[in-house]
Structures are given as structure tokens and as C-alpha cells.
């Protein structure tokens, strides 16, 4: 085991927090069975501690440790794409500390698929933790690394900006392959309910249509849902993902005529564009700053959390996106980006 590995095992256990790369965004992990340690995840991200977190496990093996009555729709699923970027949620087992689920009688659980990631939890689960040997529950709750309502960290760097020392070791594994956060689907209700999209991801519907042989229930893209309850994902609250400059979202067509018209204005704005060359179809020449994507759905999501981390620091007033093309390729990219533009400006 690497020294950082060690040290990282030996934090976890002393109810520290390690920050960790998986393939989708960095994680600010904690002990899951440790509630104390998991309460100085939400102190560290400003998050209400009525928003759950993901537990991650080092293999499918531990599944029905952390869950009960574990459908065979899960087994499936974590067959098909564990270790991956898919998130299930399942009724919770009895051992599992409330303040992991948010109170919630629900569990959420992942094998990640970064090396480093799972390194660290195998290693962890060989260790040890404190907590965890009573219960028999080994597990590293992990929510995305930034401070809450803000953009995910896809690179070290990233982590100790939005969380500076609040991690007590954040280890490095360069950038992260998939660049937004796992596909999140519940498992949680009983029949004849389907499985439910709470997040939209890498690992898409039809995939998880082509394993379990139904299409699940999408409720994610709707405004308002659940509003009698409170919010189960952060990642769905309408203001989500956001750069503190104001951003808007700004038809392929219509990007030459409103950038001139933002630059007769004198404002400059930052521009996040796929389908155009940088500064194509401008009347004048141009102040603003451009950030280019490949129109490619698995590129763009690999490289976005990074463009708006730029665009957000060029000192702006305005963080223009071109549209995405049209597809349900394009939808958890879509899904990020509208989140982005709704909670942007409130810093
Ligand atoms: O890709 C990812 O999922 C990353 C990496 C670090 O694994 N993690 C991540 O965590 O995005 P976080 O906390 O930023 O987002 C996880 C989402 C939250 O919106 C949370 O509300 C939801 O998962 N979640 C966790 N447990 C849940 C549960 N029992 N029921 C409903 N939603 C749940
Ligand atoms: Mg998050």
C-alpha cells in the first residue's frame, strides 16, 4: 500500500476527512458508519443535514449489508455496471446511521470505478475502521467535494479550492474520466412502482432498460416535483451546479447576434461554445472570452465542471452557454447545465 494510501486509512479511522477521486467527481469522504465523521461532511460543505449521501462500497459483495430486501433488480444492475457510475437506492438496513441517509429509511450505495477509489475502500476494508467491525458495515460516505449548491470538482486542485483544509488529505488522481456525478436510480419502493431516475448520468436509461427489461420512471428535468416533501437529492433542487457569475443559456443561432449586442453594450461576457469556432459570425471583433467543448456528449461532460470553474474566475459579468444539440445523449449534461444557469449569480 502506498504511504498515502495508509495515511488516508488511518485518518478515515480516526474520523477524519479524506478527499478521493472517482471516474464521475472528486468525493470528500468519510467513515459511513461513523456518524460524527459524517456530521463534519456537511459541516464542510455548508450542506443541510437533511440531504443524504452516497456510501461507497468496495464491491457488490456489501451491498445487503448497508440495504434490506435488496431486489433483484439491484443485483442485476450492480452486475452490469459496478464498479461504475450508477447509484441505487434501496430501502435502508437497520444498522445504517441516520445521519449517512439524511433520516431517510433509504440507503444510497456505489462501487466507484476510479482505481484510487477503490484501492483506498479495499484497503480500508482490510484496516479496519473503528466504528465500522460492530456492525459490520465498511463503507465511505462521499459527497461531491465542493461547498453546497456549487460546481463539482473534477481535479484535485479543484477540492482545495471550494473545501480548502477541510479535508484532511485529498488524494490526487488526476482528472476524473466520466467529469459529472453517477446516475442515480431508486430501487427503493415496492411493486408495482418502477425503478425511478433521480439523477440523470453516464449510465443512461436505456442502458438500465436494456439489463432490467423496463424503462424506468425519468422524474428528473421537472420543475416543482415532490414539493410537498423535502428535497431526497440535492442534485435536484432547481439551483444546483453554479458558477457565482450569472449565466444563461443562448440558442446556437442566436449566440453571434447576442454577443454583439452584449459587446455594444460594453459588457464582456465568457463564452462556453461546442458547434462554433471561437469568435464565428461576430460583426466586430471580439472581448469576449471563449472556452470551446467537443460537441460530443462523454467529451463535453469530461471537460465541463472545468470550463465553468474558468469562466466563472474571468472576472465577467456574464457566463454565456451556447444550447446543447438535441438527444438523449445530450440529457445528463442538459440536466447539469439548466441547474447551473438557475442557482448561478448567488453566490
Ligand atoms: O458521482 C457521484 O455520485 C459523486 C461521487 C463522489 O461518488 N457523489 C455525489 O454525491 O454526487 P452528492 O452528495 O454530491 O450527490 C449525491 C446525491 C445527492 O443529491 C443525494 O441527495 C442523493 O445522492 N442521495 C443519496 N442518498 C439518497 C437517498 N437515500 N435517497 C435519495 N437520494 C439520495
Ligand atoms: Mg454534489
Given at each position: ?113 476510479h482505481p484510487l477509489a477503490l484501492a ?53 488522481g ?174
Amino acid at each position: 500500500m502506498s504511504r498515502d494510501l495508509a495515511l488516508a486509512v488511518r485518518l478515515l479511522q480516526a474520523g477524519e476527512l479524506v478527499a478521493f477521486p472517482t471516474e464521475t467527481v472528486y468525493g470528500i469522504g468519510a467513515d459511513a458508519a461513523n456518524p460524527a465523521a459524517v456530521a463534519r461532511i456537511f459541516a464542510a460543505k455548508g450542506r443541510p443535514a437533511d440531504h443524504p449521501l452516497i456510501v461507497h462500497l468496495p464491491g457488490a459483495g456489501h451491498l445487503d449489508r448497508w440495504a434490506r430486501d435488496v431486489p433483484a433488480a439491484a443485483w442485476e444492475l450492480a452486475e452490469a455496471f459496478w464498479p461504475g457510475p450508477l447509484t441505487l437506492i434501496l430501502k435502508r438496513a437497520p444498522g445504517v446511521p441516520g445521519a449517512v441517509t439524511g433520516g431517510q429509511d433509504t440507503v444510497g450505495v456505489r462501487v466507484p470505478a476510479h482505481p484510487l477509489a477503490l484501492a483506498l475502500l479495499r484497503a480500508y476494508a482490510q484496516a479496519g475502521g473503528v466504528v465500522w467491525e460492530k456492525e459490520g458495515l465498511c463503507g465511505i460516505a462521499a459527497p461531491s467535494a465542493n461547498r453546497f449548491g456549487r460546481i463539482s470538482p473534477t481535479c484535485a486542485a479543484h477540492v482545495r479550492e471550494e473545501l480548502g483544509d477541510a479535508a484532511a488529505l485529498v488524494l490526487d488522481g488526476g482528472p476524473c474520466p466520466v467529469g459529472i456525478e453517477s446516475t442515480i436510480l431508486d430501487l427503493s419502493r415496492d411493486d408495482p412502482y418502477p425503478p425511478r431516475l433521480l439523477r440523470p448520468g453516464h449510465v443512461s436509461l436505456e442502458q438500465i432498460e436494456t439489463v432490467l427489461g423496463v424503462l424506468p420512471e425519468a422524474v428528473v428535468g421537472q420543475t416543482g416535483q415532490n414539493v410537498q416533501e423535502p428535497p431526497r437529492v440535492s442534485g435536484s433542487l432547481d439551483a444546483h451546479y453554479a458558477p457565482t457569475t450569472p449565466m444563461r443559456m443562448v440558442a446556437s443561432q442566436r449566440l453571434p447576434g447576442f454577443l454583439d449586442a452584449q459587446r455594444d453594450s460594453g459588457r464582456r461576457c465568457a463564452v462556453l461554445c461546442h458547434s462554433q469556432p471561437p469568435q464565428a459570425g461576430l460583426s466586430k471583433p471580439s472581448l469576449h472570452l471563449w472556452q470551446r467543448l467537443p460537441a460530443q456528449p462523454e467529451a463535453y461532460a469530461r471537460g465541463l465542471y472545468a470550463a465553468l470553474r474558468a469562466l466563472d474566475k474571468a472576472g465577467v459579468e456574464l457566463i454565456v452557454v451556447e444550447d446543447l444539440p438535441v438527444g438523449p445523449a445530450w440529457t445528463a449534461v442538459a440536466d447539469r447545465l439548466r441547474r447551473a444557469a438557475c442557482g448561478a449569480g448567488g453566490a
